[in-house]
């Protein structure tokens, strides 16, 4: 299990830059520019807070992945968690009802856009699914030095 | 009369043969002109998949060897190094082991190791080289992926062996071992080589996102931990721009690498031959291109082409699997291409997709001829990367395509991801099929093993059968927005239908990637049997 104190000071570190509400208002009534929003930058990360309505690890939602539907003070939001793999890797579950806190920010997806999640936060236990560059994290990534030793015993 | 009633009765015996009667449906009994006898000598062999060796989490993971086989079924010696998302297992001895070869070039390879053994699923397209997957699946491990192996020329092992000028193309993880780490990274460049020294070298990076490139030196030698390995099997170390490797010579046109020292890099450098142009004016050519990797969706490829008259490039057509997400590009504009001076066969090309006019498509290549080339993507949107993805560019040649060539016995991989489920729990995961199809009259027969990793078992001997679809002159040369389409359906307990967008190098090349199912990455390569 990963240390969730560097993952949660990286959350600190973003600072609230937006009001939920005034994230979950841009989801719906103020698209972002798309084409603005081919790479991941950590600038115009947000937070999103919310209740779980659903988890699917393989939904039918693009892209392909794990998503969770997120009810917010205005409305809800699909979220993109990216490999459910790195979930179950960190023991990280959510459920219908769970509080959570995500750090991400919309990305383009052809002409359309989705949620990107980089930090999934319930509780005090958090998870990375997104590097700072917004690539999707392995369960590699999750591997202690112990883990990565025992590597070497792969043929 | 004689022959058609032979026709009919082997006809007969294949259709009994299709219907085992338990659910499942096996593949007719192969033919043609493969045996045990096709795959005799010295292979070098790499894949590049992921690996589960229970405890942790499936691992990314990389492979490269040399193994030996003695055209009767037997693995005489051979060796591998192996690259498990940073942790390195070198030199690591096969001591013997075994193969089949059915008639139709499809069958299997195991390696015995040390204590357990690695299994392989195997299409030749040639007595010297062939496709594979990684099917391991035992008490061990697990281990899948897809790669090639081709047949070594012993009279290269040796430094010197390593000589003149090369491109290369390593993609995979970079050593950044920190979480949330490694990360995606793209290697390429071109060096030359003489006696042990890396000279002229020149790269393009993209880590993680972040663009470099420059020039390095570097060096070639014996491994001194295993000395005879040179000779024995054309294996030695090598510091590339900073970062070591093991490699494997092919022969003198080819050598693999892997990196050893953090990171997982892995990937060929081919011999640059005199034929790659000096100067833009001189390249006439269309090009297909595909490229594979990562994006802030998952994982994405792109396959497309377009004609170059110099710097002018025309006819652009491309399509893009972005984790589910099919993106059409039918019209471009500012479509150009440049050479670099200074490097010989390095150059770029660049188009606008109208509909993504703040982020036009970028791409670097490096040609080892005035045919073929690999090539990384360099798009970028705010300052960033698009992707982290590299890939292969080849001229479009014997062309027009129709049923008159497009015909004969062909090798068929793909890898990628799908969405699986396994043990309840569905997920993405790594998805990896290699078989064998006679196309006839477009039609596709034949049978194929997939390994879709979640499962933890690979399934062999699907039948397979389809059909491929041409538009037009089958080049998409002519301006025309119309794809060339391929239909394959897998049949065992159960029935998988993928559909693809083809893109033909030649009669007897083809790169594909599924265009339909939201559900399914993939791409691949068709390759004549020969």
């Given amino acids: ?155 | 009369m004689k022959r058609l009633l032979f026709a009919f009765s082997v006809a007969a015996v294949l259709w009994s043969a299709a219907c085992s009667g338990n659910g499942t449906v096996n593949p007719p009994p192969p033919v043609g002109k493969y045996s045990v006898a096709s795959l005799n000598g010295q292979y070098a062999f790499a894949t590049n998949g992921e690996s589960f060796s229970g405890g942790v989490n499936a691992t990314p993971l990389a492979r490269v060897g040399s193994f030996t086989a003695d055209g009767t079924g037997k693995i005489l010696t051979g060796v591998e190094d192996v690259n498990a998302a940073g942790t390195t297992s070198l030199a690591l001895p096969i001591t013997g082991g075994s193969y089949t070869v059915n008639a139709d070039g499809r069958g299997t390879l195991t390696l015995q190791l040390a204590q357990t053994s690695i299994d392989f699923g195997i299409t030749l397209t040639s007595t010297n080289d062939g496709l594979m997957i990684d099917e391991t699946s035992n008490a061990n491990q697990s281990s899948t992926g897809s790669g090639n192996f081709t047949k070594q020329n012993a009279g290269s092992f040796q430094v010197s062996g390593i000589s003149g000028p090369y491109v290369f193309d390593f993609p995979g993880l970079d050593g950044d071992q920190t979480f949330p780490c490694p990360c995606p990274e793209s290697f390429v460049g071109r060096f030359d080589a003489s006696n042990g020294t890396i000279s002229s070298g020149f790269f393009d990076d993209n880590d993680n996102a972040n663009f470099s490139s420059g020039p390095f030196t570097g060096t070639i030698a014996q491994d001194p931990l295993q000395v005879a390995t040179l000779t024995s099997f054309g294996r030695g170390i090598a510091l590339i721009a900073g970062q070591d490797y093991v490699f494997y010579i092919v022969d003198a046109t080819r050598v693999r690498f892997i990196s050893t020292n953090g990171g997982m890099l892995s990937g060929d450098a081919v011999a640059q031959n005199n034929t790659v142009p000096t100067n833009v004016s001189s390249i006439n050519s269309s090009f297909v291109f595909i490229v594979a990797g990562s994006s802030g969706s998952g994982g994405i490829t792109r396959i497309g082409r377009f004609t170059a008259n110099g710097a002018t490039v025309t006819n652009v057509l491309e399509d893009t699997n972005d984790n589910g997400k099919f993106i059409k590009t039918d019209t471009t504009t500012a479509a150009s291409l440049s050479l670099d001076a200074a490097n010989p066969g390095r150059g770029t090309f660049t188009f606008t997709d109208p509909n993504f006019p703040n982020a036009p498509s970028t791409f670097v290549f490096y040609l080892n001829s005035s045919t073929q080339g690999i090539i990384q993507e360099q798009t970028a949107n705010n300052n960033g990367a698009v992707d982290v993805a590299d890939g292969t560019l080849a001229a479009q040649t014997g062309g027009p395509f129709a049923s008159s060539n497009i015909t004969g016995t062909y090798a068929i991989n793909w890898s990628g991801l799908s969405l699986q489920n396994g043990g309840g729990f569905s997920v993405q995961d790594e998805e990896d099929l290699v078989g064998q199809v006679t196309v006839s009259s477009l039609n596709l027969t034949g049978a194929a093993d997939i390994f879709q990793f979640q499962s933890g078992v690979p399934v062999f001997d699907l039948v397979t059968s389809g059909s491929i679809s041409i538009a037009g002159d089958g080049t998409s040369s002519t301006g025309s927005s119309s794809r060339n389409t391929m239909t394959v359906k897998l049949v065992k307990s159960n029935t998988t239908t993928v559909n693809f967008v083809v893109y033909f190098v030649n009669p007897q090349l083809a790169f594909f990637m599924n265009n339909q199912d939201p559900n399914r990455t993939v791409a691949g390569i068709l390759q004549t049997q020969q």
């Fill in chain 1, 1 to 155: 299990m990963i240390s969730t104190k560097v993952i949660r000071s990286g959350i600190m570190a973003l600072g609230i830059v937006l009001s939920v509400s005034s994230l979950a208002q841009s989801q719906q009534t103020s698209q972002p520019d798309v084409q603005q929003l081919r790479s991941y930058s950590m600038s115009r990360e947000v937070f999103l807070l919310g209740t779980v309505v659903k988890f699917d690890s393989a939904s039918v939602t693009l892209p392909m992945g794990a998503h969770v539907v997120l009810q917010t003070a205005s409305g809800q939001v699909d979220v993109h968690l990216g490999n459910a793999k790195v979930l179950q890797a960190a023991h990280f579950t959510l459920n219908p009802g769970d509080s959570v806190r995500i750090a991400g920010e919309p990305l383009a997806l052809g002409d359309s856009t989705y949620f990107a999640a980089r930090i999934v936060q319930k509780g005090t236990q958090a998870v990375a699914v997104r590097n700072t560059k917004g690539f999707l994290t392995t369960p590699a990534s999750l591997m202690t030095r112990e883990q990565k030793e025992a590597l070497r015993g792969v043929r």
